[in-house]
């Protein structure tokens, strides 16, 4: 079966720097997605990663392993409008989207 | 328009009645997917259009569920006789291709008493 395996829920003070993991098991792989979704809201695009490595943008970065099925958000200087879900999504064989569960972060101050 | 719309935005039904849930796609997008998304969980696909065909509509729970884009733009998601396991929010997005980053709309919330 395909699986996307993140944490249920993260905690993260202003200002300081959050990893958000990302191991996934599909048949086929044609890239992750992560996406941001506030309460009620629809996601909304952060990144995409199809070869290994770092892409930075912003304060925001996603990090790909294929050989690991491995990926990672980093999101530094932590606001409160970073509360949000963070959900992973793989494209599989079909092009299909396989979404993960989401993680909810919460922002201290 | 800018963005993907739907509506309604909100759809309160009896179990049994019969919904129609309409998705405005961006212009010129080529692919138009439907998710169905349950409180705390990610989207679950439902099906995948590409213009007018629907290629893909594996993720329809069940035969109650039904889903047409006949001019390969608005698209419409029925859903006949609905059940309380139906409530969640459906949400719709577009892509320029079948790769890609997808838009998503601001979601249907459907709840059936």
């Known amino acids: 079966g395909q699986n996307i395996d993140q944490p249920t829920e993260m905690t993260a003070t202003e200002g300081a720097i959050v990893q958000i993991n990302c191991t996934y098991q599909?048949?086929?792989?044609?890239?992750l997605f992560w996406y941001q979704q506030h309460a009620g809201e629809a996601p909304t695009f952060l990144s995409y990663?199809?070869l290994d490595g770092l892409e930075e943008k912003g304060r925001f970065s996603s990090f790909l392993s294929r050989s690991k099925g491995y990926s990672y958000l980093l999101l530094k200087e932590l606001q409160m409008k970073d509360s949000a879900s963070y959900l992973c999504?793989?494209?599989?064989?079909?092009?299909?989207?396989?979404w993960g569960a989401g993680t909810k972060l919460i922002i201290k101050p | 328009g800018a963005g993907v719309s739907q509506s309604p935005r909100y759809k309160v039904a009896k179990r049994g009645q019969d919904v129609a849930l309409r998705c405005d796609p961006i212009?010129?997008?080529?692919?138009l997917f439907w998710y169905q998304q349950a409180l705390g969980q990610g989207p679950e696909f439902l099906t995948y259009?590409?213009?007018?065909?629907?290629?893909?509509k594996s993720g329809l729970p069940s035969d109650r569920f039904f889903a047409e884009r006949p001019e390969g733009s608005v698209s419409t998601l029925k859903i006949q006789r609905t059940q309380q396991e139906d409530s969640a929010v459906y949400l719709c997005?577009?892509?320029?291709?079948?790769?890609?980053?997808?838009?998503f709309g601001p979601g249907t919330r459907l709840t059936v008493l």
């Open positions: 997005a577009s892509s320029l291709g079948e790769e890609g980053e997808q838009f």
């Open positions: 212009s010129g997008h080529v692919s």
């Open positions: 259009f590409q213009n007018e065909a629907q290629l893909d």
């Open positions: 599909t048949s086929g792989f044609n890239g």
């Open positions: 990663n199809v």
């Open positions: 999504a793989v494209v599989d064989s079909n092009y299909q989207l396989i």
